[in-house]
């Protein structure tokens, strides 16, 4: 079994969209909680992180962990043509650690 | 220039060639990495330097030689590379005890023919 669960896509919804990508994990020591946004022919730029369980909003972002059932969302609210990127997860034992791991990224596309 | 900067940005190289990509960080991070970008598949961990010091190597072929003579700038030595080492090659730096994640170069696309 993978340690991160992450479904490659793609995604393709109308502009205004609510999106949700998800990543499922099988560590129960993992504590932090990120989505990188990778858009094309650049590198992956942190979007969010989530420390533990629960959720944290930013804008139109809305980041959500279960650590019940390890599993972890982003919600995507308004989407726009320039949300149309990879999203990746990745889930860490501390900040800014050694042992990040990463999902292989849900391609996205929003359609105007 | 802030951030982190990778160079070459396209990299293409027969089997026999010898290359290297370049990194360098202005975040006054402590820590850098290298990783490997395929397509549909997570991001693989190749090498970390924390403060100059190489602390994880994970299982890398010898044919990637890394090299990090100070904290801001980091080198990936390519030599007898194989078809299958094509990729996206990222470089990230972080700090560690403070801050959380990466921050990612724009990395080098390299082709081996």
């Known amino acids: 079994q993978k340690e991160v669960e992450q479904d490659p896509g793609p995604l393709s919804v109308p502009e205004g969209a609510i999106v949700s990508l998800n990543c499922t994990y099988s560590?129960?020591?993992?504590?932090?909680f990120m989505w990188y946004r990778q858009y094309s022919r650049k590198g992956p730029e942190l979007l969010m992180y989530?420390?533990?369980?629960g959720n944290k909003e930013d804008g139109r972002f809305t980041a959500q962990v279960d650590k019940s059932s390890k599993y972890i969302s982003l919600f995507i609210r308004d989407s726009q043509p320039s949300d149309s990127a990879t999203y990746l997860c990745?889930?860490?034992?501390?900040?800014?650690?050694?042992?990040?791991?990463f999902g292989a990224g849900t391609r996205l596309f929003v359609k105007a | 220039e802030t951030g982190v900067t990778q160079t070459p940005r396209h990299l293409v190289m027969g089997m026999t060639n010898k290359k290297s990509l370049k990194c360098e960080q202005h975040?006054?991070?402590?820590?850098m990495y290298w990783y490997k970008q395929s397509a549909k598949k997570p991001l693989e961990l190749m090498f970390v330097?924390?403060?100059?010091?190489?602390?994880e190597n994970n299982s890398v072929p010898s044919r990637f030689s890394p090299e990090c003579p100070n904290s801001s700038h980091l080198f990936l030595h390519l030599h007898t590379l194989q078809p299958e080492d094509s990729a996206l090659y990222l470089c990230?730096?972080?700090?560690?005890?403070?801050?959380?994640?990466?921050?990612f170069g724009s990395g080098t696309r390299l082709t081996v023919v």
């Open positions: 990230a730096s972080s700090q560690r005890g403070g801050g959380v994640g990466y921050t």
């Open positions: 560590n129960s020591a993992f504590q932090y």
């Open positions: 989530t420390y533990s369980s």
């Open positions: 990745a889930m860490g034992l501390d900040t800014g650690g050694f042992k990040t791991i």
């Open positions: 975040l006054g991070h402590n820590a």
């Open positions: 330097y924390s403060l100059e010091e190489r602390v």
